[in-house]
Every structure is written in structure tokens, then in C-alpha cells.
């Protein structure tokens, strides 16, 4: 499973990055305006940072501008995705863009026939959101599980991004459905790490390790 992180915090993603355990990163204009940077520019830092895919994405509502805008992020860097709406717009750009080559990501997906919709426009990625369908008192991971089914049903190649992820309970869920990637806040990798039975071992192993007045360098 591919763990990208759901951010455009340069510093987080940096630090992530050095752990060696980072696929990509997603980026939407929530988080380019909490950034309060440049879209362009930091979009490029980002992708100097990760080797892996790193979505940008449009804010034209129509086809002809969603082209326009997509040559301008496509030619920020060679590991950008191209983020779309799920629309008729945005899966109209999104099939022009995947004949062209250009890795894309269908964003805003909230049931199991978007999805399909998203896997025959040829999309790289679809990114169905999790926490705000339990937000709204639906099953976030049952929307997974469906998206899962029905493209191994037709061996659709597009990847199931898991976004709008909140906590490592949607991670692990995730994981046992199947889903290809995880997109995620850095402080919910970081989480994943973190166990209390690990940390209260970790401080016994030392105390008893001080205690041999050894020391291996
Ligand atoms: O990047 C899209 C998605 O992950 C947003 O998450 O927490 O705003 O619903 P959230």
C-alpha cells in the first residue's frame, strides 16, 4: 500500500520524505490556501521533494479551461497528476489528458458508479473521500470495499486513493480492503507509528540497558 501525504506543508513533507516511507503527495485548494503560498510555486517545491506523483489540481468547472490549466501544471515538473473533478468536465479532461500520457486524479468521488465513471476515462487514480462520507453518517470504507470489487470485476488498472482520511482506523481498513493508496495528513503517519506498549518497552529496554554500564559505541 502507497502512502501519500494529503498536504502542502513543504517542511511536513520534507521531514516525511527523509523517513524513506513517502509514495507522493495529494494537494487540493484547501490546502494551497492554508499553505498561503503560491499554487505554482509551491507545487514545484513539492515536487522536487518526492520522487513520486504529486497532485495539483484544476479550478476551472469547464473542459477547455481544465486543458489550459493542466498544461500549465503538467509543465511544473515530471512527477505532476493532474487533479480533476469528478464532473462530465472534469472526466472529459481527464480521458484527453490519459491519451496524452499525463498521470491524473479524479478527486471529489463519493460513490461506487463515479468510480466507474473514473476507471473508463482512464484515470490513474480515483480518490474517493472517506471521512466525509462518515461525516454524513455514511460508511466511508463500504464505498471502498464496493470501488474494490467492481474494478477487480473488470480489471480496471486505476488506483484507489483513500482521501479524506482522518485517523490509522481508516488506514488499516483500507489496507484490509485492498485499497492501492492512503492519503493522509502528516500527523496521521505519524501516528501509525506510535503505540503506548512500544514506548513504555522502549523506556524498560533503557533503563536496563543503563543499568549494565555498556555502551555499543
Ligand atoms: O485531498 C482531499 C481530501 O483528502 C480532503 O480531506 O479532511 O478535507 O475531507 P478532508
Redesign the pocket.
Known sequence: MKFFA?TADVADIADLAATGLLDGV?T?P??IAKSGRNFLEVVKEICGLVDGPVSAEVVATDHATMMKEAAVLRALAPNICVKLPLTLDGLKSCKALTAEGVKTNV?LCFSANQALLAAKAGATYV?P?V??LDDIGHDGMELIQDIRTIYDNYDFQTEILV????SPVHVLAAARIGADVA?MPPAVIRQLAGHALTEKGLAAFLADWAKTGQSIL
Open positions: 494529503d495529494t487540493n484547501s490546502l478527486t480518490s473521500f471521512g466525509r482521501a479524506s482520511v482522518r492519503t
